[in-house]
């Protein structure tokens, strides 16, 4: 209800009063400062939405409230959609990809927000969050692909202004960058598209009041700009190196003293800045992550059901047959990535892994699931599908080859001779 509420109030009053809106009706008795506490993407694209119908005609017109009502539906479309369109980039299966997106289209762990009438913030960061996926593994296609590291940023920045899980898309796209490098994937490529990602996202993230200069301060938000400067210390090693045409042993004498020197470095900066109180600590839902649910000192978070940790029954009532077959797509998407060592393949193993770890940890964050297990579902369907079309095309042209060698037999052999009586 609140949400709706603001939706109202931001269409009524403009941006300007909505910022500085001070809600005496929430948080009661206190009252909330929505301008510094909320996530205004799902708010400001709702009346984006509508001002845009109402523009079209009347034929297109429709109420604030029935916008907010198919919001939800009309974004759990866009994410299916996206859905296949990340399982196309990362398994090179158009099969996979369609498979993919029909299992999306109906996975309770997606359905669950994507329902008419739903209108909360994850029906909106779903969407947001796959966007970024898919646009950051497009970004790694080729050499040439990197300038899309920018709309990866930009995504991502959607992602912030939609939901507080925010941190998780950052994260994942940091640690699979990092990853990169550990596989030996790190290339200049790779380099230009994980800098403008991060520092359009960053540019972006910090405009928002609700999230100030987490990116920068938080502990949980670091991992990602730690990942950035590793990469900037890289790519300046490597082409010190090319300069000086250093090579074997030379060259690796030269890339440790660097990598030392930038350790040094940092860690002389964070031993200078946390006695300042410059870090911020780990927000409470975070640190239920890490630890039992019922030791993260606030009773409010270790009280709600959506925070106890994951189970065996939850995962078959919101995943329901992906359950027992993403298992086979995460196989299946491994072996692909070790066949072809592409950045993108190694996407969706990653953040599978990470997904379940999360949700294994607190039942909410299955929400993270359903993309990734409708993309390892695609990959193990469209990979059935593959080897059952290959198996019938064998079977046809082999048919069709005895079927030709049955005719060439019969055209050669002689006819036979006539009896006495025709001399």
Same mark, same amino acid.
């Given at each position: 209800?609140?949400?709706?509420?603001?939706?109202?109030?931001?269409?009524?009053?403009?941006?300007?009063?909505?910022?500085?809106?001070?809600?005496?009706?929430?948080?009661?008795?206190?009252?909330?400062?929505?301008?510094?506490?909320?996530?205004?993407?799902?708010?400001?694209?709702?009346?984006?939405?509508?001002?845009?119908?109402?523009?079209?005609?009347?034929?297109?017109?429709?109420?604030?409230?029935?916008?907010?009502?198919?919001?939800?539906?009309?974004?759990?479309?866009?994410?299916?959609?996206?859905?296949?369109?990340?399982?196309?980039?990362?398994?090179?299966?158009?099969?996979?990809?369609?498979?993919?997106?029909?299992?999306?289209?109906?996975?309770?762990?997606?359905?669950?927000?994507?329902?008419?009438?739903?209108?909360?913030?994850?029906?909106?960061?779903?969407?947001?969050?796959?966007?970024?996926?898919?646009?950051?593994?497009?970004?790694?296609?080729?050499?040439?692909?990197?300038?899309?590291?920018?709309?990866?940023?930009?995504?991502?920045?959607?992602?912030?202004?939609?939901?507080?899980?925010?941190?998780?898309?950052?994260?994942?796209?940091?640690?699979?960058?990092?990853?990169?490098?550990?596989?030996?994937?790190?290339?200049?490529?790779?380099?230009?598209?994980?800098?403008?990602?991060?520092?359009?996202?960053?540019?972006?993230?910090?405009?928002?009041?609700?999230?100030?200069?987490?990116?920068?301060?938080?502990?949980?938000?670091?991992?990602?700009?730690?990942?950035?400067?590793?990469?900037?210390?890289?790519?300046?090693?490597?082409?010190?190196?090319?300069?000086?045409?250093?090579?074997?042993? $030379?060259?690796?004498? !030269?890339?440790?003293?660097?990598? %030392?020197? +930038?350790?040094?470095?940092? #860690?002389? &900066?964070?031993? *200078?800045?946390?006695?300042?109180?410059?870090?911020?600590?780990?927000?409470?839902?975070?640190?239920?992550?890490?630890?039992?649910?019922?030791?993260?000192?606030?009773?409010?978070?270790?009280?709600?059901?959506?925070?106890?940790?994951?189970?065996?029954?939850?995962?078959?009532?919101?995943?329901?047959?992906?359950?027992?077959?993403?298992?086979?797509?995460?196989?299946? $998407?491994?072996?692909? !990535?070790?066949?072809?060592?592409? %950045?993108? +393949?190694?996407?969706?193993? #990653?953040? &599978?892994?990470? *997904?379940?770890?999360?949700?294994?940890?607190?039942?909410?964050?299955?929400?993270?699931?359903?993309?990734?297990?409708?993309?390892?579902?695609?990959?193990?369907?469209?990979?059935?599908?593959?080897?059952?079309?290959?198996?019938?095309?064998?079977?046809?042209?082999?048919?069709?080859?005895?079927?030709?060698?049955?005719?060439?037999?019969?055209?050669?052999?002689?006819?036979?001779?006539?009896?006495?009586?025709?001399?």
């Amino acid at each position: 209800w609140f949400n709706f509420r603001a939706t109202q109030y931001l269409a009524d009053n403009g941006w300007a009063k909505f910022s500085r809106w001070f809600d005496y009706m929430s948080w009661y008795p206190l009252g909330r400062p929505v301008g510094t506490t909320i996530y205004p993407g799902m708010q400001v694209t709702a009346v984006t939405i509508w001002r845009t119908l109402g523009a079209m005609g009347e034929s297109f017109r429709m109420s604030l409230n029935d916008v907010c009502v198919f919001f939800p539906a009309w974004f759990g479309a866009v994410a299916t959609a996206l859905t296949g369109l990340l399982t196309a980039e990362c398994s090179g299966d158009k099969n996979a990809a369609v498979v993919a997106s029909l299992v999306m289209s109906i996975v309770p762990a997606h359905t669950m927000r994507s329902v008419a009438g739903g209108y909360d913030n994850e029906s909106l960061a779903v969407t947001a969050m796959v966007l970024t996926f898919f646009a950051w593994c497009r970004a790694l296609r080729n050499e040439k692909s990197w300038p899309v590291g920018a709309l990866a940023g930009l995504a991502y920045v959607y992602m912030v202004a939609a939901w507080g899980g925010y941190t998780f898309v950052l994260n994942m796209v940091g640690l699979h960058a990092a990853t990169l490098v550990l596989v030996g994937k790190f290339n200049g490529a790779a380099h230009k598209a994980y800098s403008l990602f991060w520092i359009v996202g960053t540019l972006g993230a910090v405009q928002f009041p609700v999230v100030g200069l987490a990116p920068i301060k938080s502990m949980e938000q670091l991992g990602p700009a730690l990942v950035f400067l590793g990469y900037q210390v890289l790519e300046v090693t490597e082409r010190v190196a090319r300069a000086k045409q250093l090579a074997g042993h $030379a060259k690796w004498r !030269f890339r440790i003293r660097c990598y %030392a020197l +930038a350790a040094a470095c940092v #860690l002389a &900066a964070a031993a *200078a800045l946390a006695p300042t109180g410059y870090f911020g600590p780990l927000s409470v839902r975070v640190r239920g992550l890490f630890i039992k649910h019922t030791k993260t000192g606030n009773p409010l978070v270790d009280s709600v059901a959506e925070h106890q940790p994951g189970s065996a029954d939850a995962y078959v009532r919101y995943l329901n047959f992906p359950f027992y077959v993403a298992p086979v797509g995460f196989v299946i $998407a491994c072996a692909h !990535f070790l066949e072809t060592k592409s %950045a993108a +393949a190694l996407f969706l193993p #990653l953040y &599978a892994v990470v *997904a379940y770890y999360f949700a294994n940890r607190m039942v909410r964050l299955i929400i993270f699931l359903g993309p990734i297990a409708s993309c390892l579902s695609g990959v193990a369907v469209g990979h059935l599908l593959e080897q059952v079309a290959g198996n019938l095309a064998w079977f046809a042209a082999g048919a069709l080859e005895d079927k030709d060698d049955a005719d060439d037999k019969t055209k050669k052999k002689p006819a036979s001779k006539g009896g006495k009586g025709g001399k």
